[in-house]
T-cell receptor
Framework: GENVEQHPSTLSVQEGDSAVIKCTYS??????FPWYKQELGKRPQLIID?????GEKKDQRIAVTLNKTAKHFSLHITETQPEDSAVYFC????????????FGTGTRLQVTL | DSGVTQTPKHLITATGQRVTLRCSPR?????VYWYQQSLDQGLQFLIQ???????AKGNILERFSAQQFPDLHSELNLSSLELGDSALYFC????????????FGQGTRLTVV
């Protein structure tokens, strides 16, 4: 089955700096890659996603890049703010949908003032 | 608020017991997904139902079962509970099988003592 590795497990950045979280996946059939943000004690929320036919996608301060050949994808957050502090999960699915998502182990991002 | 409702929010039970977790999807959503989030295993996909039928299965134990009813709400049944089943159980829903965004409920925190 699919295996998703995520790094780093914790990340501390100063407000205004950029943050990058990286994930690798093992199943070349995976074609849908969402990123979820989970604040303490709350539900995971989708912040951005990308399909395998696209190399990059951007939404305001958040961007995701995908390298199918290397089987890795990354989340980039620019101009970080304290409210960006949360745990971020990458995931991969071979169904092109939210079905059968395999999640990474999460990155705890802390944005300090 | 995602529109996905899970009850109860917290559940404490003894080993060997059986519990039922309930999920009401967003209005109009036909797909329901169940996920388990534990400290050592992270977020794991358990099972998906679409319009009353099982559509995909993940790492769901034989002691666990689920169903989706005609009104589209879903229940996850956990039996012969073990200490290791203590976790946060999330339900998520999406509009159709093809829809990529899954909206998560707030979760049910199960503690087995």
């Amino acid at each position: 089955g699919e295996n998703v590795e995520q790094h780093p497990s914790t990340l501390s950045v100063q407000e205004g700096d950029s943050a990058v979280i990286k994930c690798t996946y093992s199943d070349s059939a995976s074609n849908y890659f969402p990123w979820y943000k989970q604040e303490l004690g709350k539900r995971p929320q989708l912040i951005i996603d990308i399909r395998s036919n696209v190399g990059e996608k951007k939404d305001q301060r958040i961007a995701v890049t995908l390298n199918k050949t290397a089987k890795h994808f990354s989340l980039h957050i620019t101009e970080t703010q304290p409210e960006d502090s949360a745990v971020y999960f990458c995931a991969a699915s071979p169904t092109g949908t939210a079905s059968k998502l395999t999640f990474g182990t999460g990155t705890r991002l802390q944005v300090t003032l | 608020d995602s529109g996905v409702t899970q009850t109860p929010k917290h559940l404490i039970t003894a080993t060997g017991q059986r519990v039922t977790l309930r999920c009401s999807p967003r209005s109009g959503d036909l797909s329901v997904y169940w996920y388990q989030q534990s400290l050592d295993q992270g977020l794991q996909f358990l099972i998906q139902y679409y319009n009353g039928e099982e559509r995909a299965k993940g790492n769901i134990l034989e002691r666990f079962s689920a169903q989706q009813f005609p009104d589209l709400h879903s229940e996850l049944n956990l039996s012969s509970l073990e200490l290791g089943d203590s976790a946060l159980y999330f339900c998520a829903s999406s509009v159709t099988r093809g829809n990529t965004e899954a909206f998560f409920g707030q979760g049910t925190r199960l503690t087995v003592v």
